[in-house]
Each structure stands twice: as C-alpha cells, then as structure tokens.
C-alpha cells in the first residue's frame, strides 16, 4: 500500500505540474507532458559522502533545495542523456528521504533508484544520472525528466525535473524538369514535372506553395485537364523523393481587362521575349520547423517570336517625340501645342534629354510662341550635370523658377558643389526684370547629411538686392532616429533709398521610432520672419504625427499640422492660421480589406473670423487584384461653429463612393450643410442648408484590332446654389503600325443655374432685389480636337553604320554542304541565341534579329523538339559587320553512339546471387559541349553526336569501394566515315581473399 500510494502522489504532481506550465517550441521550455513513470525498485538504504554548499540563497532557506545542474541536455541517436541531480539540506535537522527518477517505458536509468539517503544540515548530495535512450523516436522531441524526493511515509518532500531535446537534421531538394523550357510555336500546353527529395534521416512534412507575380500562368493537372491546385502538403520517407507531373498554359488576360496606358501602348509587339515565370517554395507546415529550413526554385517558360526588333532605330540616332494637339476647332479661338521631347543614351553611359513646349494661339505671325516657350535641355554625366532652359534655383526667399543654368559636380557620390542663375522672363535679355545666382554644397556620410545655399537675387522692376543663406542638417543616431535643423539669413537694400531689411529662417525636424516596429514619430516646425527673402509673408509651419503599431495589424494615426501667416487687408494685417486635428485607426484584413475610423478636429481662422470643425469618419477601401476590381468608401459628419458670434453648431455630412470595374469606374460625390471658413459665406450658407452632389463615370474600350482604341469621360453635378451641370467627353485613338497615333477628343457641356438664385448680398443684407428675376436658361458648348504623336530618330550626321539586320534559316543539311537546296527542309522550333537575344524559326524555317549592333557575338543554335540525332553545324562565334544579313543554321546527322553497361560479380560474394540495379546510369560525351545519356533497365544506353572529338565516360560516382570500371574516358573522333559506334562499359566487383583450410577424413585441420 505504501508503495502504491507514493506511486500516486509521483502521478498526481506531475499532472498538476504539466497542467500548469505547457511546454513551448523555445530554447526557454518550460515544461512537457508527464511520460511514464517507472515502478521504484526494493527500497534499499545508501549512505554517501556530503558536499557542502557555499551560499544560501534567502528563497531556498530552511528547506531541501533540488536541482540539475543542466535544465536542457541536447542528444543524438545512439548517445547517453547525462546530467547531475544535486539535493542540499538548508533545514536545521539530518533530513532522510528517497530519490526516485521517472523516465519513459521501455527506457533505462543508471542511477541508484528509491536509494534512502541521510543528509546532514548545510550539506550538499551529487548523484550522477545517466539515462539511456530505448525508445525509437523523431527529431525535434523533448523529453521531461524528474527526479521526486519522498519520505519514509510517501510524503513529498521536493521535486525537480530538466530536458532531453534531441533535434531533427531538416533537409530536402526541390527539383524542376527544366529551370528554363521554351514554348514550340502553336502549342498550349508544356508538360512539365516538379521532383522533392528529402536528404535528412528523419520522416518529413513538406509544404509546396506554387505561385507567378504576373498572374499569366495556369497549371494544370498531368491529365492536362483539371486545374492544378496549391499549396500540396506531402510527406516522405528519410531519403524519400516524389515527382508531381503538370502542365503549363499561358493565361491571357481578356480584352479590356484593365486600363492602358495610352502614353506607352504599344499595340503591335517588337518581338522581344516574353518569359513567364513560376515560383516554387517549399518549407515545413510544422510550426516548430517553419522557419529552420527552406527552399525554392523557379521555372521560366519562354514564347520566343520569328523576329525581334533589337534596337528601334537602325544606327545611332536622336530619339524625338512629336506630339501636338489642336483644341477648339470649330471656335472662334482654336489653340494648338506642340510637345517635343526626347532622351539619348550616350556610350560613355550619360544621358542627354531635352524636351519643349510651343503654344500657338494667334491668327497672325508672333514671336510670343517662342518667347515664352517651356524648354530644358540638360546632360547627366557621372561626374557632372547642367541644365539648361526652364530650371528652379532652389534658393527659398526668392522667386525659384525661370530661365537659366544650373549644375553639379560630383567629388563623390555623398559630396558635391553646384552653380546657378536663373533670370526671368527671358534669359537672353541684356537686363531681365528678375535675375538670381549662387552656389550650392550637398555633402552627406553615415552621421550627417548638410545642404546649403548661398545666393544674390535682383529685382530691376523694385530696384532692390538680396543676399540669402541657407543650410539644412540631418543628424543621424541610434540607428532609427534623425534630428535636423534649418537656418537661413537674408539682407535685402532697396537701392533708392538705402533702406535695409534683414530677415530669418528657423527650423526643424525629427523622425525616428522610440520603439521598434511599434512607436514612430515624425516631428518638423519652420518659422520665416516677415522681412526674409523678397517677400514680406510671415510663416509658421508645424507638423506632428505619431504612428503605433498594435500586433502588427492596427495601426493608430495621429496627425497635426499648422500653418500660420499673416496677411493685409484693407490696410489691416491679420494673423490667418488653419489647424488640423486627425486620429486615425488602420486595419488591414486578409481579404486585403482596408477600414479606418477616425476623428478630426480642426481649427481656421480667417480675418479674425475662427470656424471650429469636428466631428467622425470612416474610410473603407478594397483591391482584388486577381478580378481587378476595387471601390473605397468615405463618410465624414461633424459640426462647424463660428467661434466669435452667437452662431449655432451647423451639422455638415460630406460623402463619396468610388468603384472601378476592370475598364469602368463610377465616382459619385455629396456634400450637406455648412462647409465655409469665411465670414460672409458662412453666414450666407447658415440661411439655407446647401447641398450638391456630383456623379462621373470612366470607361475604355479596345477594340478586336488593337490598334483602335476608344474612351470617354461623362459627370454631372447639381448644386443647391449653382444648379446643374453636364459634361461628355470622348476621344478615339488610333495607333498605326509604324509608331503613329492619331486621336479625336470632343468636349460637350451644358449647364443651367439655379431657379431664382440670388446674389449672396441679397441674403446678407437682408435686401430685396429692385430688377426682375430671369429665369435661368440651359446654355451648352461644343469643343473639338485633333492630336496627333510619332516618335522618330533623327539620324546623326557624319557617322559610318553601327547596326544591320541578320536573316537565319534552319533546314536538314542532308548532303552536308552547308547551303540550303531545294529538296532540303526547313526546321521549324529551332531556338537562335546570339549574345543573349533570341528568335525561334518559324514553319518555313526562318527567324530575325533587326537593327542589332556591329561587333563579335557568341552563336547558339538548338531545337525545341527532339530531332533524333540532327545537329547545328555552326560556329560559336559570329562576326557580324554591315555586310552580315544571311546566316544559315544546317542541321547534320550525328553519329549514332550505343553501348551497354556489362556487371560482373564475384562469385564469392555472399550476396552473389542479388541482381545490382544498372539502369540510371549517366553516359557523359565531352567536348567544348556536353551530351549525355542514362542507361535503362538493361544498362542499355544510346546518343546522337555531331561530328568532333569527345571523351566518353560513365559516372563512377555511384560505384561505391567494391565496384569499378575496367575502362572508362574513351576519346572519340566522330566523323562521317561511320553511322553507329557500339561501346560497351564494364564494371567488375573486386574478388575477395579466400582462407581455405583443409580437414581430413576424421575432421582433422591440414596444415599446409
């Protein structure tokens, strides 16, 4: 009974403890399971030396204190799990007690169990404890293993417990038929295969995920008739592997699917590759292994066409675009711009670009047009810049944009000094109205980044000067946090009168992340006194935001921003300032639904009238990419008040709705109540309560041939106040084959106001009006246009061809003269690679490369199909020169190379009489090439090879130490002297050394 009863009490508290502290996936565990516990043996009594203690903890005083000297042990298959169980006696009194250990059935402990021990006080017990593992079990496992100290009685008297964790090796291979398979011409479906192999000892859980960024593949089953679904959760054997067979399709997407880009579209292909990509990955579905070990690999399946216009332009050139457009043709006032623009890619890697605008809106012959014209040529060399036309200073004070110069010089790439000046409104002019120059300095390293400016502005037309100054510093510390400041000075004479002003700027900024991936702050004031710069206006600028991330799914906003500025009226200034208050709630969903409440509270203050506003919104937003469809949704309701008067709290509700549907999309917009800042509007709009709400719709279509192109714009908007109004706008394109793109664009409106609408002084004055009220009338307007764009390459002047066009045909050269005759076919599905760019032959053979660069480029010729031993005799180089434009690609017959793997075992051998496995073995032919072959059931192998010298040889790599080749590395030379070669391969087992020994007729041994 005692024994069954200290049995319990072991059961009993191990449960209590497994209960209470679940054992987690960390280097930290906690606790496990409770295994099976082992019957105590015959309590024995042991008495053992003491080892004294040197410290009491306070905790651990007047008690037993246990423990393991190690409270996790790592092992492996085959090895001991050892540690040290340690028992010291902090009570006042000789303690005895038994030990008893609890590991797993079938295990064995090598410790003294249910040994009574006798503990003087302050004395320390050390009893090794070696376990030995019975158990199969897999990796990644622990263990828990205790140690339970009792009484003669069974009364518990202390317990304690560590860990065996014996760790899983993770390794498997993902495999792919081919890392790159081109499609043959009119074909849908590409078989293709998928291979794992788990490399590790352990029985492993694999997790295949199968995906492509451009959503233009779909993969089918190997029956090529269901779709293929991921991800695939499979399990293998230790050094088990698996093949998943499936088949490629492109997916293409459906006519007006989604929007073109109207500027770029190019309806007709140039013939350059499209490459359609797979990704594979590949990891443990078990979370405890999720992140231990992964792997991937890629396919890219490959439509190549018969012609690939490699360069646009046959030669070095200009590239220029053309686009002007004509507006309002059948007015009185037609109006037309032209737009010139281009960039040139230089060989020693600059970039020149250059670009205007020319606006021509008089009936009679001007120099307006050209005067004020938009242009800027610039150059970008990897030292330098300069630009040259319409350019911005960037000097703050001053007016920034005009004609001019500016540059750059690079020291380094974080250090550089520059120069401008830039005058206005016309650069050329002897003395222009504006004018301004200085230098700039940019240096940055991983502490600090500067920037500053210094400048001289002068303004003819106010006869003043102004000299500015300013910097801008980044400081950066801690990794994630940056601190900034901006000053600036300026000095301005009025030369007339030698009036001087002397003005400044303060500022700065911070940004960093207290903590992170959580807390982020973004912190920036500015302040511009009213005398800096040219301009009299003084500014205060501030912003704060902090954003908090909450289990990296909520995010919290908060957003403020102030603009404070004073301005005159009336020969009054006015402190102006506009204060906004936002706090946002972000929460993205995993159907990549976007929502987020927040609320506002702001503040303006417009010629000392203040409006407070604030109130609730709600935003909701959503993209399925995959349909292409997305919508938001946006409401916003509060309160305006005008702070200064009696005014009530006036409730205002503004709303909008937004869907897009492929190619349409539908905007619809409502405003209620009482949304103005100004004092005689608000006052106005509080005697009604306005309303308006606006519709528009988008749509565009592309027609069967693609190089039409129709889409239109259509709103309506009504207004409490200003009444109705509609709009229809269409436009149709056409783009030609040549590069050309035409458009016609109309404009029709009509609008009628508001049905006895008054001036605002009517209602603000509380007046009645003296004329007659006309009725309000639809008035309408039509608009036409024309546009026309074409992008063309001027042709540089003086310079010899850069560039040709190659023609390839690929046939059966049957009788081997590498010239194509009559009788000889084309070969269709044959892939030319030359430095990279490729073109596969089409039904009648044929393939080109245009507008390619003269030079020496690497040749490549193969087919997509299995040709049964026809090579490419070509070169491996081509020098291509502007006499280059026919090359032919002749396919000859190989040699037909067979053979057979021969095995031949020793006879005593004790496992002689097992049949070894020939079949898999790899065939290799080298020359500057490789052609190899595997070996099938039989050991029977074959291989085509053109005409050259080869090495032959098998892969010994899989013999192992008892098996070898009696010859290998057979040097070949294949000419056409022979059809068929038969070389066979033998592999012998070594012979074993024999003892025989020799007994006679009465079973006596012989010595001999």
Same mark, same amino acid.
């Given at each position: 009974?005692?024994?069954?009863?200290?049995?319990?009490?072991?059961?009993?508290?191990?449960?209590?403890?497994?209960?209470?502290?679940?054992?987690?996936?960390?280097?930290? *565990?906690?606790?496990?399971?409770?295994?099976?516990?082992?019957?105590?043996?015959?309590?024995?009594?042991?008495?053992?030396?003491?080892?004294?203690?040197?410290?009491?903890?306070?905790?651990?005083?007047?008690?037993?204190?246990?423990?393991?000297?190690?409270?996790?042990?790592?092992?492996?298959?085959?090895?001991?799990?050892?540690?040290?169980?340690?028992?010291?006696?902090?009570?006042?009194?000789?303690?005895?007690?038994?030990?008893?250990?609890?590991?797993?059935?079938?295990?064995?402990?090598?410790?003294?169990?249910?040994?009574?021990?006798?503990?003087?006080?302050?004395?320390?017990?050390?009893?090794?404890?070696?376990?030995?593992?019975?158990?199969?079990?897999?990796?990644?496992?622990?263990?828990?293993?205790?140690?339970?100290?009792?009484?003669?009685?069974?009364?518990?008297?202390?317990?304690?417990?560590?860990?065996?964790?014996?760790?899983?090796?993770?390794?498997?291979?993902?495999?792919?038929?081919?890392?790159?398979?081109?499609?043959?011409?009119?074909?849908?479906?590409?078989?293709?295969?998928?291979?794992?192999?788990?490399?590790?000892?352990?029985?492993?859980?694999?997790?295949?995920?199968?995906?492509?960024?451009?959503?233009?593949?779909?993969?089918?089953?190997?029956?090529?008739?269901?779709?293929?679904?991921?991800?695939? /959760?499979?399990?293998?054997?230790?050094?088990?592997?698996?093949?998943?067979?499936?088949?490629? @399709?492109?997916?293409?997407?459906?006519?007006?699917?989604?929007?073109?880009?109207?500027?770029?579209?190019?309806?007709?292909?140039?013939?350059?590759?499209?490459?359609?990509?797979?990704?594979?990955?590949?990891?443990?579905?078990?979370?405890?292994?999720?992140?231990?070990?992964?792997?991937?690999?890629?396919?890219?399946?490959?439509?190549?066409?018969?012609?690939?216009?490699?360069?646009?332009?046959?030669?070095?050139?200009?590239?220029?675009?053309?686009?002007?457009?004509?507006? &309002?043709?059948?007015?009185?006032?037609?109006?037309?711009?032209?737009?010139?623009?281009?960039?040139?890619?230089?060989?020693? !890697?600059?970039?020149?670009?250059?670009?205007?605008?020319?606006?021509?809106?008089?009936?009679?012959?001007?120099?307006?047009?050209?005067?004020?014209?938009?242009?800027?040529?610039?150059?970008?060399?990897?030292?330098?810049?300069?630009?040259?036309?319409?350019?911005?200073?960037?000097?703050?004070?001053?007016?920034?944009?005009?004609?001019?110069?500016?540059?750059?010089?690079?020291?380094?790439?974080?250090?550089?000094?520059?120069?401008?000046?830039?005058?206005?409104?016309?650069?050329?002019?002897?003395?222009?109205?504006?004018?301004?120059?200085?230098?700039?300095?940019?240096?940055?390293?991983?502490?600090?980044?500067?920037?500053?400016?210094?400048?001289?502005?002068?303004?003819?037309?106010?006869?003043? &000067?102004?000299?500015?100054?300013?910097?801008?510093?980044?400081?950066?510390?801690?990794?994630?946090?940056?601190?900034?400041?901006?000053?600036?000075? !300026?000095?301005?004479?009025?030369?007339?009168?030698?009036?001087?002003?002397?003005?400044?700027?303060?500022?700065?900024?911070?940004?960093?992340?207290?903590?992170? &991936?959580?807390?982020?702050?973004?912190?920036?004031?500015?302040?511009?006194?009213?005398?800096?710069?040219?301009?009299?206006?003084?500014?205060?600028?501030?912003? +704060?935001?902090?954003?908090?991330?909450?289990?990296?799914?909520? #995010?919290?906003?908060?957003? !403020?921003?102030?603009?404070?500025?004073?301005?005159?009226?009336?020969?009054?200034?006015?402190?102006?300032?506009?204060?906004?208050?936002?706090?946002?709630?972000?929460?993205?969903?995993?159907?990549?639904?976007?929502?987020?409440?927040?609320?506002?509270?702001?503040?303006?203050?417009?010629?000392?009238?203040?409006? @407070?506003?604030?109130?609730?919104?709600?935003?909701?937003?959503?993209?399925?990419?995959?349909?292409?469809?997305?919508?938001?949704?946006?409401?916003?309701?509060?309160?305006?008040?005008?702070?200064?008067?009696?005014?009530?709290?006036?409730?205002?509700?503004?709303?909008?709705?937004?869907?897009?549907?492929?190619?349409?999309?539908?905007?619809?917009?409502?405003?209620?109540?009482?949304?103005?800042?100004?004092?005689?509007?608000?006052?106005?709009?509080?005697?009604?309560?306005?309303?308006?709400?606006?519709?528009?719709?988008?749509?565009?279509?592309?027609?069967?041939?693609?190089?039409?192109?129709?889409?239109?714009?259509?709103?309506?908007?009504?207004?409490?106040?200003?009444?109705?109004?509609?709009?229809?706008?269409?436009?149709?394109?056409?783009?030609?084959?040549?590069?050309?793109?035409?458009?016609?664009?109309?404009?029709?409106?009509?609008?009628?106001?508001?049905?006895?609408?008054?001036?605002?002084?009517?209602?603000?004055?509380?007046? !009645?009006?003296?004329?007659?009220?006309?009725?309000?009338?639809?008035?309408?307007?039509?608009?036409?246009?024309?546009?026309?764009?074409?992008?063309?390459?001027?042709?540089?002047?003086?310079?010899?061809?850069?560039? /040709?066009?190659? @023609?390839?045909?690929?046939?059966?050269?049957?009788?081997?003269?590498?010239?194509?005759?009559?009788?000889?076919?084309?070969?269709?599905?044959?892939? *030319?690679?030359?430095?990279?760019?490729?073109?596969?032959?089409?039904?009648?053979?044929?393939?080109?490369?245009?507008?390619?660069?003269?030079?020496?480029?690497?040749?490549?010729?193969?087919?997509?199909?299995?040709?049964?031993?026809?090579?490419?005799?070509?070169?491996?180089?081509?020098?291509?020169?502007?006499?280059?434009?026919?090359?032919?690609?002749?396919?000859?017959?190989?040699?037909?190379?067979?053979?057979?793997?021969?095995?031949?075992?020793?006879?005593?051998?004790?496992?002689?009489?097992?049949?070894?496995?020939?079949?898999?073995?790899?065939?290799?032919?080298?020359?500057?090439?490789?052609?190899?072959?595997?070996?099938?059931?039989?050991?029977?192998?074959? +291989?085509?090879?053109?005409?050259?010298?080869?090495?032959?040889?098998?892969?010994?790599?899989?013999?192992?130490?008892?098996?070898?080749?009696?010859?290998?590395?057979?040097?070949?030379?294949?000419?056409?002297?022979?059809?068929?070669?038969?070389?066979?391969?033998?592999?012998?087992?070594?012979?074993?050394?024999?003892?025989?020994?020799?007994?006679?007729?009465?079973?006596?041994? #012989?010595?001999?």
């Amino acid at each position: 009974m005692k024994r069954i009863a200290l049995n319990i009490i072991f059961l009993i508290y191990g449960c209590v403890l497994w209960a209470q502290e679940p054992v987690i996936d960390s280097a930290a *565990v906690k606790t496990d399971s409770v295994p099976s516990l082992s019957v105590p043996g015959t309590p024995k009594t042991e008495t053992t030396s003491a080892v004294t203690t040197p410290t009491i903890k306070p905790d651990d005083a007047n008690k037993l204190v246990t423990r393991f000297t190690n409270q996790v042990v790592e092992f492996k298959k085959g090895e001991l799990i050892s540690n040290v169980f340690v028992v010291t006696n902090n009570l006042p009194t000789v303690q005895k007690f038994y030990i008893d250990f609890t590991i797993p059935i079938e295990w064995k402990v090598i410790a003294k169990n249910h040994i009574l021990y006798e503990l003087q006080p302050g004395d320390s017990l050390i009893v090794p404890v070696n376990i030995i593992p019975r158990e199969k079990f897999k990796g990644n496992t622990r263990f828990v293993f205790y140690a339970f100290l009792s009484d003669d009685k069974g009364k518990n008297l202390g317990m304690n417990f560590f860990y065996g964790l014996i760790k899983k090796n993770i390794r498997w291979a993902l495999t792919v038929s081919d890392n790159k398979i081109y499609i043959p011409n009119r074909v849908e479906s590409i078989p293709f295969n998928i291979g794992i192999i788990n490399e590790s000892t352990e029985e492993q859980d694999i997790y295949l995920t199968a995906s492509s960024f451009k959503k233009n593949i779909l993969i089918k089953d190997s029956a090529d008739i269901k779709d293929a679904h991921f991800p695939i /959760t499979l399990t293998l054997k230790p050094f088990g592997d698996t093949l998943f067979y499936f088949n490629f @399709h492109r997916f293409k997407e459906p006519r007006n699917f989604r929007l073109l880009d109207i500027e770029d579209y190019i309806p007709y292909t140039t013939g350059e590759a499209k490459k359609y990509r797979l990704n594979l990955n590949s990891y443990s579905p078990n979370p405890a292994e999720n992140k231990k070990f992964r792997t991937g690999n890629k396919i890219d399946f490959v439509e190549l066409s018969d012609s690939w216009e490699v360069n646009k332009y046959g030669g070095l050139v200009i590239p220029l675009i053309f686009d002007a457009n004509m507006f &309002n043709l059948l007015g009185d006032q037609p109006m037309m711009t032209i737009n010139l623009r281009g960039e040139t890619f230089l060989r020693d !890697s600059s970039i020149l670009t250059y670009q205007t605008q020319l606006t021509y809106f008089s009936n009679y012959f001007t120099t307006v047009p050209y005067e004020t014209a938009l242009y800027n040529l610039a150059y970008y060399h990897k030292r330098f810049y300069i630009q040259f036309g319409n350019v911005n200073s960037g000097l703050i004070g001053t007016y920034q944009t005009g004609k001019g110069l500016r540059g750059e010089y690079y020291f380094s790439r974080n250090h550089r000094i520059g120069a401008f000046y830039v005058a206005s409104p016309q650069l050329f002019k002897f003395m222009p109205s504006i004018y301004s120059y200085g230098l700039t300095h940019y240096y940055e390293n991983k502490i600090i980044r500067i920037n500053t400016i210094l400048g001289r502005s002068t303004d003819q037309i106010r006869n003043t &000067n102004t000299e500015i100054a300013t910097t801008n510093a980044t400081f950066k510390f801690l990794k994630s946090h940056s601190f900034g400041i901006r000053l600036g000075g !300026s000095h301005s004479v009025q030369n007339d009168s030698n009036y001087t002003r002397i003005g400044y700027l303060l500022g700065f900024h911070y940004s960093g992340s207290p903590i992170k &991936n959580v807390w982020s702050v973004n912190l920036n004031g500015n302040y511009t006194s009213l005398n800096f710069g040219v301009f009299s206006n003084e500014r205060i600028t501030a912003n +704060l935001g902090n954003q908090v991330t909450v289990k990296k799914k909520w #995010i919290v906003k908060q957003q !403020s921003n102030l603009y404070r500025y004073k301005q005159n009226y009336s020969n009054l200034n006015f402190n102006n300032y506009l204060l906004n208050n936002q706090l946002f709630v972000n929460r993205i969903s995993h159907a990549n639904l976007l929502y987020n409440p927040y609320l506002f509270y702001n503040v303006s203050r417009i010629y000392d009238f203040t409006v @407070h506003s604030r109130g609730l919104g709600f935003n909701v937003s959503n993209y399925q990419l995959d349909k292409n469809i997305r919508y938001f949704f946006n409401l916003r309701s509060g309160y305006n008040q005008a702070m200064d008067t009696a005014s009530e709290n006036y409730f205002f509700t503004q709303a909008s709705a937004f869907l897009q549907i492929r190619t349409f999309s539908f905007l619809v917009r409502y405003n209620l109540g009482n949304l103005s800042m100004s004092k005689q509007s608000f006052f106005y709009n509080s005697k009604k309560n306005p309303q308006s709400i606006g519709l528009s719709t988008r749509y565009q279509y592309q027609f069967k041939n693609p190089s039409f192109v129709y889409q239109q714009l259509v709103s309506y908007s009504y207004s409490s106040f200003n009444g109705n109004q509609f709009n229809f706008t269409p436009e149709l394109m056409y783009f030609s084959k040549t590069g050309w793109r035409f458009r016609i664009f109309s404009e029709i409106n009509f609008s009628k106001n508001k049905k006895n609408s008054l001036p605002d002084y009517y209602y603000y004055m509380n007046q !009645s009006p003296n004329d007659a009220i006309k009725e309000p009338q639809w008035n309408g307007n039509f608009y036409l246009g024309m546009g026309v764009r074409k992008e063309f390459g001027i042709p540089m002047p003086f310079v010899k061809p850069t560039h /040709t066009s190659i @023609h390839f045909n690929a046939f059966y050269d049957i009788n081997g003269n590498g010239k194509r005759d009559g009788s000889e076919p084309n070969i269709e599905n044959v892939v *030319v690679r030359l430095n990279g760019w490729e073109v596969m032959t089409n039904e009648n053979g044929t393939c080109e490369l245009k507008n390619i660069p003269l030079g020496v480029y690497p040749l490549q010729a193969f087919s997509v199909i299995d040709l049964k031993g026809w090579f490419p005799n070509i070169s491996d180089t081509l020098i291509v020169n502007k006499n280059t434009n026919q090359i032919n690609i002749p396919f000859v017959r190989g040699v037909k190379i067979t053979g057979r793997v021969f095995l031949q075992r020793d006879p005593n051998s004790p496992t002689a009489d097992f049949k070894l496995d020939v079949s898999r073995i790899k065939i290799i032919a080298n020359n500057h090439k490789t052609y190899t072959a595997i070996t099938d059931k039989t050991g029977y192998y074959e +291989l085509y090879l053109p005409a050259g010298k080869y090495t032959l040889s098998m892969d010994e790599s899989i013999l192992g130490k008892r098996l070898q080749v009696l010859q290998n590395n057979f040097e070949l030379e294949i000419n056409d002297k022979f059809d068929n070669l038969f070389i066979p391969f033998y592999i012998v087992e070594k012979a074993r050394k024999l003892k025989v020994i020799r007994f006679d007729s009465n079973g006596n041994r #012989i010595d001999e």
